[in-house]
Structures are given as C-alpha cells and as structure tokens.
C-alpha cells in the first residue's frame, strides 16, 4: 500500500460503535451479542443498551479493535411484551386498529384543511367505539340481567344471585330504577378500568420527556404539511414529519382524549340509566316531577357537546415539546361526567311503585345509531383520502390512499364481533334451552335485534372471503412452479434436487403474499360496510331477527336465515371468547405471550394520536433512548456509528436518525436488514415513510445499505431512486440459502432462513465495513472524553484479537 494509502487508514482508523436494534418478538441481549457476559451500560430493566463485559470503556483502546467496530445491544423487547398483564391488551385491539387508521393518511401538498379533517374523523371514529364498548356492557349489564332476567319471575328463579333485584320477592331493589342503579355499577367500573390504565401507561410513556438538542426554529411549508422548513444560514433544509422535536412526545393530546373518552363512557352509562326512568316519568303519571327528567337530559347533551367540542378542536403539536397540560378539561370533564352518572343514579332510585318492566330498554335505537354513525364517517374519511391521494398519488400506496378508511372499518367490525358476541353469549345463558329472539320458548326477548342481523351477515362475510383466498393459494402453486427453473439456473446447479427447489420456490412465493394483503383488506373492508348496511336496513324494516323476519318466504329461504342466524351467532361468540382465551394463555404461557407481543410490536409503533385508551407506544420511550444514545456518543468520543436494525428494528433505526441533529447525523450510518420500511411502512403509511421522507433520509444521512431476501415475507428494498442525488441503498435479493446443496465450505445443507439471521450472510460483514469506510477519518478522540455517553462508569478494555462479527439483532 503506497504511504498516502496507508497513513489515511491509519487516520480512519478510531471509536467505531455498532448499535444493534433487534427485531419483532425480542431477544435478549446476550443473543444480540453473542456472550453471556454483558454489561448494561445506560438504560433500565425495561429498555436498555448493553456491551460485552470485555467491550466496556473500548473507545479509549481504539486499536485493540481494528477488525470491527464495538457493538452494543439495544433491547426493547419489554416495552411490548414484558410482563403477563400485557397480554390482556388483546381486548383493546379494536382500539389499537382505529389508532393505525390516524396514520395511514396518503401525504398532502397544500391540503392543511383536508389533514385536520381527516385527522377529526378518525378521532370520531375513535370515540364511537368507546360508546360501542361502554353500551354493550350496559346492554348486558342494565339491558339482560337487570331490566330483562331479574324482571322476569321465569328467569330469575333460576339465578340465585338476582334474588336481591328479582321482582317475585318485592324487596326494595326491585322496583326497575334502582334495578337499573345497582347494575350501573358493571359499565361504569369497565369506564373507570380503561381509565386507570390509560393514565398509568400515559405517566410511563408520553409524559416521558425526551432529550432536546440546540437545533434551528422550524415553520410548516404551505405546499406539504408534512414537512417543515429549518431555518438556518446556508440553503434550507426540509425536516419530515418524523424528525420534529414533539412527534414522540404526545404528552398533551393523549390527556385531553383520555379526559374525553372517560367522560363519553360515564355519560352512555348515564344515559341508560336516566333516559329510562325519565322516559317513564314522561309518558306514565310519575310521582316524580317531569322537570327533574328534561333537566337531567338538558345536562347530559350539553356534557356531550363539550366532550365532541374536546375531541374535534385540537390534534398534536409535534413541532415543539408541548408540556402544557389542560388541567381544567382533563380535571373537569370526568367529574362531570360521573357527577350526572351518580345524578342519574339518584334519579333512577326515585321510588316509582308502579314501575314495571317489560320488553327491552331501548338499546335497539343505540345500537343503530352508532351503526350509521360509524359507517357515515367512513364513507366521508374515504372521500377525504381519496381528494388528498389525487393531489399527490403515489403507486405503490395501499388501495390508493383508501388503507386509512379501510382500517377504521375494520376497527368498527371487530368492534362489533366483540361487544355484539359478548352480548349474544350471555342472552343464551340466560335464556337457558330457548333462543333469544325467536319467541316461543325464549323467558327474555334478548338483545337488539340488530346485534342478530349484523351476526348473521358474518357466515356471508366468510364465504365471500373463500373466493379470492382460494384464488390466491392457487396462484401460489403456479408461482413456486414457474420459479422452478429461475431458482436452479440462479445456483447454477448441475443435478437440481426436486425437493429442494420446490422447497426454496414455495418460501418465496409464499413470502410475496403479503403484497397482497391490501387486496384482501379493501374486499373485507367493502364487503363489511355494505353487508353492515344491510343489516342496519333489515332489522329496521323487519323489527325482527332473520330466522323470524323470513317467515312465510319459502322453506328453503327460511331455513337459510335460521342457519345464518344461529351460526353467525355462535361465530361472535366464539370470537369474543378466542380474544379472552388468547389474553388468558398468554398470561401463562412465556411463548404465547412472545407471540402476542409480536402484534404489538407492529401495532404499537405508532403514537396514541386518536384513541386514548389503545395499548401504548413504545416507539415513544424507544425513538428517544436511540437518538440520545447516538448523539452522546458521536459528541462525546467524534468516533463513526452504524446504526444496525433487523425487521422492526429497523423502522427505530430510521426514526432515530430523522430526529439527529445534523452534526450527529454526519457521523452515523444506517444499515438495515429485513426492513418492512418501505414494504409495509412505506405503503401503508405513505405520509411518514412514503417515497418523498425516503429519498429526504436518503439524503441527510451520511451513507445507508439496506439488505433483502426474495424469501422475506416483512423486508424488501427501499425503491429509492439512486438518480436523484443519493448514493445506491438496495444490496438484494441476497442468496437465500447460501449455496444449494453439499459443498466443501457448506458440508451440510444450508436452511432457508427467510426473515432471520442476516448476519449469516457474508454480505452483511462485508456491508457494514464498508459502511464505516464511508464514513471516513475520524477526529481524535479528546483528552479525558467519557467513553460511554451514558454515564456508566469506565471499564477493562478488550485484551482479544479479532473481534468477528459485532454480534446479532435478529429477533
């Protein structure tokens, strides 16, 4: 090597830090980094970054480490799936779903209006299934057990535990109100449940306040509202969304919804309980004055309009670290919401002698409405969506900007599945033998008949679904066919093995479904609405259930109903039950609540921006520990950083660096490996991780590689268009096996590893020096400069040789 050469590697050569980010479902961080003996250099029992024991203070010792750069294990895997009570978050995934819909806008040029519009309705959206939630409970809680069973002798003769409030022993509870009193008590500890954990994990995650850097003041551009403008001396810098200083910070927003939803929740409960009795006191001689009724009412709508006044009027500041707190909504609103809940409650408990209950209490109307309500606001996010994809399409975004309103009906339909199945399940048990509904035989007429028409559509549902799902596993078959001799002439094998190329051809035809899936999703989505539609027409209508509406229409068609009725019944039924079931294994068993975790991985991701009460974001906790970890490290020790992320991990790394400042992010490099962050992010949520925020980090990075398989079915390539000014990022389709069969090097045969382990790869090594070597001469280290960036003490630098492969964040 000529002496320039060789003294400008001597120059290179300095702190270089490999920060690994593992991927969804976790590992631990003596995995990542292939020794158990680790050290935690900064970080708590929940999220924390560790080293190697013998790696710890190797940044005074730079050449005791010139094979490779030092790593450290970022481990986050218990922001997700830590303890067996978050398993119980299953039941909040209709939350979880409509909160995804919020950030699957398509991206907008000079459509401000239309975004906060959109962002409204889906909050809208969001506050109809609290309702949902809340009245379902109040439909088995007031409706069936208290108003139905307890008033009926045939029924509560057989519950022991309804004696106190069954009409037979005339004690003081049974007259209706104060039936419909102590019943209040099922939905309203529900309300307060959502409450508590909301504001629990609230403390935990967004009042959490990140790190804040000396960074330029920002203003938004009128042509894109996601992204702003820096300003700054030299030519203007555009910041995307995801690198303004209080998108991780949702401190604020989530407050004010909680406040509001808590309060919704207090006031359906006390709407089902006051309405009735004024209801009664309007229409039947009442001793109690109609006044107190029309006040209690007059009360409760005006509680409404404020909590609707709440949720429209303000969506997130992430421009600035907002650490304001509006005392007098998030204090006020839920007291005076439970103060009308216990108004009405005293109301309710009036003594009204001839009170009697018969029929149902009027959750049929409730039910309706909310059905309208939710499929009104829809339709009009679809138009919403639809106007901001014209102004700027992009092709590869998910149903043509229409992923959002796709989502958020599929949010109301799981909704539906699992209040209307709760509430289906306990008409049954209570009715013993007979069938609710249906008449003859039945001791309870049973929930709203609507909940019996929407039931029955699900049977219609699934057999619509049958033909593109057939369509699709055929479809398969005759890809892995046709990638039969792609696959050999690719190995250059001699003597292919059949069975080995078929089993190489199904991965990869099997891995390229998920491009699919937007496909599925629109069908499911449309089908719901106009099915739901139907169902909201036929029990209108009709006034009655299926299997008695099809009276008289023909043997056949009856029969038809029935069965549609009884299965789609039973199909709720067993889907609520399957969400209790899968949140109660999960809580047992280690490995069931890994999996679990892994859907929180992907849908928790996102900041609570429409529903309060949906599982928490742990990018809120883990975005900031990242960035603060790279920007005390390159500033403390002026060494090179490779930021390395695998799957899920790999969407952090990405978040991390959009929030650097520039004279961080000058000094870092970005590698990923089975990325989903233009596959899945990028379609899905275009506005975030669409083309435009893709080629802007593709330019304010230093250097970035990403790596892919043709047999992932969650990484792909990035599609960044190398001609515009950036440097080349896709490094793939990498050989997946690495050879095809027997050979010297390879004695046995290698697996198809798909989604995990990268780093076998002998890219991957080859990728991340290079990396570093683009990084180019580093400053000398300073005199007396800390090592660790986190406060963690200096200790014995690494005495080895060859450092190999920094170590593994595959999850």
């Known amino acids: 090597m000529p002496p320039a050469h060789q003294a400008e590697a001597a120059q290179s050569r300095g702190a270089a830090l490999e920060l690994l980010v593992h991927g969804v479902g976790g590992t631990t961080p003596q995995e990542m980094l292939g020794d158990p003996r680790i050290t935690r250099i900064t970080g708590d029992a929940t999220a924390a970054v560790y080293r190697r024991t013998e790696d710890v203070g190797a940044e005074q010792h730079p050449e005791r480490h010139r094979d490779g750069p030092v790593a450290e294990a970022y481990c986050w895997s218990n922001l997700t799936s830590g303890n067996g009570s978050r398993a119980l978050w299953l039941l909040l995934l209709p939350f979880m779903v409509v909160n995804l819909a919020h950030w699957m806008r398509p991206g907008a040029r000079g459509r401000t209006r239309a975004v906060r519009l959109y962002g409204v309705l889906v909050r809208l959206v969001a506050l109809t299934l609290t309702v949902l939630l809340t009245a379902a409970a109040c439909e088995v809680a007031l409706d069936l057990v208290a108003w139905q069973c307890a008033g009926t002798p045939e ?198 002698p001839r009170w009697v209950s018969s029929g149902t209490l009027p959750g049929e109307a409730v039910f309706r409405a909310l059905a309208l309500g939710q499929g009104l606001l829809v339709v009009l996010l679809a138009v919403v969506a639809l106007s901001l994809y014209r102004r700027a399409p992009e092709p590869r975004t998910t149903l043509h900007g229409l992923g959002g309103p796709a989502v958020a009906m599929l949010a109301c339909a799981l909704g539906g599945v699992m209040t209307g199945g709760i509430a289906q399940r306990v008409a049954d048990w209570l009715d013993g033998p007979g069938t609710p509904g249906m008449g003859a035989g039945a001791d309870i007429p049973g929930p709203p008949v609507l909940l019996s028409w929407q039931a029955s559509v699900i049977p219609v549902l699934l057999l619509l679904l049958l033909l593109p799902v057939l369509w699709l596993a055929v479809r398969t078959m005759r890809r892995a066919r046709r990638l039969g001799p792609a696959i050999e002439a690719e190995y250059e094998e001699k003597r292919p093995e059949p069975g080995r190329t078929r089993r190489i051809a199904r991965t990869r035809a099997t891995a390229a479904l998920t491009d699919s899936a937007p496909g599925i999703l629109g069908l499911l989505s449309g089908a719901t609405l106009l099915l739901g539609t139907g169902a909201v027409t036929g029990s209108w209508l009709a006034g009655e259930v299926p299997g008695l509406a099809m009276d008289g229409t023909g043997p056949f068609v009856e029969s038809l109903a029935e069965t549609a009725q009884s299965t789609g019944s039973w199909l709720t039924g067993f889907g609520a039950i399957l969400f ?216 014995a630098a690494r005495t080895g040789t060859d450092q190999g492969s920094a170590g593994r964040s595959s999850g």
């Open 580 to 795: 209790v079931t899968w949140g109660r294994r999960a809580y047992r068993d280690v490995s069931a609540r890994r999996t679990i975790g892994i859907l929180w991985d992907v849908g928790t991701f996102w900041p609570r921006a429409a529903h309060p009460f949906a599982p928490p974001c742990y990018a809120e906790r883990a975005v900031p520990d990242l960035s603060s970890r790279m920007c005390a490290w390159t500033g403390r020790t002026r060494g090179r950083l490779v930021i390395s992320g695998h799957s899920q991990g790999s969407v952090l790394a990405a978040a991390a660096v959009w929030q650097l400042p520039d004279s961080a992010r000058r000094r870092v490099a970005l590698l990923t490996y089975g990325s989903p962050i233009e596959r899945l992010y990028g379609r899905w949520f275009p506005a975030y991780f669409g083309r435009v925020p893709l080629e802007g980090l593709q330019r304010s990075v230093h250097c970035w590689r990403n790596l892919w398989r043709a047999t992932d079915p969650i990484g792909g390539p990035v599609r960044i268009d190398e001609g515009r000014g950036g440097h080349e990022v896709d490094r793939g389709p990498l050989k997946d096996p690495l050879v095809y069969g027997r050979t010297a090097e390879h004695p046995l045969p290698e697996p198809v590893l798909g989604h995990s382990d990268y780093q076998a790869d002998p890219v991957f090594a080859v990728e991340r020096a290079a990396l570093l070597e683009r990084l180019g001469p580093v400053l000398p280290q300073q005199a007396g400069a800390g090592a660790q960036g986190g406060g963690a003490p200096d200790g």
């Open 155 to 352: 029924c509560s003769a057989q519950r022991s535990w309804l004696g106190f409030l069954s009409t037979h022993q005339d004690g003081w509870f049974a007259q209706p109100g104060r039936r419909l009193a102590v019943a209040a008590l099922v939905p309203a500890a529900l309300v307060g449940l959502l409450w508590y954990l909301s504001n629990r994990t609230w403390s935990a995650y967004e009042s959490q306040r990140p790190l804040t850097w000396d960074e330029p003041d920002s203003t938004e551009t009128d042509e894109d509202p996601d992204t702003d403008v820096v300003a700054e001396s030299g030519p203007r810098r555009i910041r995307p969304a995801l690198g303004r200083p209080g998108f991780w910070y949702g401190r604020r927003l989530v407050a004010r919804l909680r406040a509001a939803h808590t309060a919704a929740g207090f006031l359906t409960v006390a709407a089902a309980v006051g309405s009735t009795a004024a209801r009664y006191d309007r229409d039947a001689g009442s001793p109690v004055p109609e006044a107190a009724g029309a006040l209690f009412e007059t009360a409760l709508v005006l509680c409404a309009l404020f909590v609707l006044a709440v949720v429209c009027h303000r969506g997130r500041s992430e421009r600035r670290l907002d650490n304001r707190v509006d005392r007098a909504v998030t204090t006020f609103l839920p007291g005076a919401a439970l103060g009308l809940l216990l108004c009405s409650v005293v109301y309710a408990g009036w003594s009204r």
